[in-house]
Nanobody
Framework: VQLQASGGGLVQAEGSLRLSCAAS????????VGWFRQAPGKEREFVAA????????YYADSVKGRFSITRDNAKNTVYLLMASLKPEDTAVYYC????????????????????WGQGTQVTVSS
């Protein structure tokens, strides 16, 4: 499965962006999907995850209440709506898909994901 992340860009603090993660295969609809980010000099960190059905979602404490992860399985796409953006949200954002259930992958970390997209840069200016 190939994943294509898009929607990044430059935005002012308190602004919004919507990232998309589009998959090349229909089997994507059965995978848990996560968003991660990596800022310069820092390790990749978990942002949000969603179950294959969309019924379960998980968020990092740093983005709770500001970010929302959703999916449209008819379009093979997962979205990350980011609002009230802060300069510390600046990073390259990656989407990833996992065959395992989302409740498993959120406890196991990035290495448990099977497929990764190429990343999209998000820059938040103050």
């Amino acid at each position: 499965v190939q994943l294509q992340a898009s929607g990044g860009g430059l935005v002012q603090a308190e602004g919004s962006l919507r990232l998309s993660c589009a998959a090349s295969e229909r089997t994507f609809m059965y995978y848990a999907v996560g968003w991660f980010r990596q800022a310069p000099g820092k390790e990749r960190e978990f942002v949000a995850a969603i179950s294959w059905s969309g019924a379960s979602t998980y968020y990092a404490d740093s983005v709770k209440g500001r970010f929302s992860i959703t999916r449209d399985n008819a379009k093979n796409t997962v979205y990350l709506l980011m609002a009230s953006l802060k300069p510390e949200d600046t990073a390259v954002y990656y989407c990833a898909a996992a065959v395992d259930d989302v409740s498993v992958v959120v406890t196991r970390g990035p290495s448990w994901y099977d497929y990764w997209g190429q990343g999209t840069q998000v820059t938040v200016s103050s």
